[in-house]
């Protein structure tokens, strides 16, 4: 089975634009997270989204926003971008069910120049 | 005060030693503990979870988790040198995952 992946893997980027992150979880898995890696803060969780819809937000300001498609396919899009921005973007996905372990895929490095 | 702390290292070990990596957590309503390992440019691998206090094992790794002192533990047995990596311990609740800021492993051959 194939594991969650992400596009693009790379992307650098001025401040002030926008950009948008695609994430296609692992077949059959119906809830995507995203989380923000940096050296400083580490990962931080930004929001879960099961069946199209957003369960839970981190503290993040709202240029962060996400969304989620009936495939399950998710994107995440920040807005404004700040220098503070660049990071790796993480996706996670988690089988349906009562289970709690969440697959990343290999992430979105970003670069606000 | 953190919700997760961990030792970020960097951790230095010989082939064969047993490793010993340890979080502490502060939130009561964690419901859930992970251990992911990360590769240098790679997404965290899922290597274990627990729900409740006491040990779980899988092949060369015992996690460890004891709710009374908020401490979670990953062992690794037999260490390999495909085992450095850095190491991610998280609880979790409402689905949502918070991360210690991860422990640098390297096994030396």
């Known amino acids: 089975k194939a594991g969650v992946t992400q596009t693009p893997r790379y992307l650098i980027k001025t401040r002030g634009q926008q950009v948008t992150l695609s994430c296609s979880p692992i077949?059959?898995?119906?809830?995507v997270s995203w989380y923000q890696q940096t050296p400083g803060q580490g990962l931080q969780f930004l929001f879960e989204?099961?069946?199209?819809?957003?369960?839970n937000k981190g503290n993040f300001p709202g240029r962060f926003s996400g969304r989620q498609f009936s495939n399950s396919r998710s994107e995440m899009n920040v807005s404004t971008l700040e220098l503070g921005d660049s990071a790796l973007y993480l996706c996670?996905?988690?089988?349906?069910?009562?289970?709690?372990?969440?697959?990343f895929g290999p992430g979105t490095r970003l670069t606000v120049t | 005060q953190k919700e997760v702390e961990q030792d970020p290292g960097p951790l230095s070990v010989p082939e064969g030693a047993i490793v010993s990596l340890n979080c502490t957590y502060s939130n009561s309503a964690f419901q859930y503990f992970m251990w992911y390992r990360q590769y240098s440019r790679k997404g965290p691998e899922l290597l274990m979870y627990t729900y409740s206090s006491g040990n779980k094992e899988d092949g060369r790794f015992t996690a460890q988790v004891d709710k009374s002192s908020k401490y979670i533990s990953l062992f690794i047995r037999d260490s390999q040198p495909s085992d450095s990596a850095t190491y991610l311990c998280?609880?979790?609740?409402?689905?949502?995952?918070?991360f210690g800021k991860g422990t640098l492993l390297t096994v030396n051959p």
């Open positions: 998280a609880g979790g609740s409402n689905y949502k995952l918070t």
């Open positions: 989204y099961f069946s199209e819809t957003q369960r």
């Open positions: 077949s059959g898995h119906r809830s």
């Open positions: 996670a996905s988690r089988p349906a069910g009562a289970t709690w372990e969440q697959y």
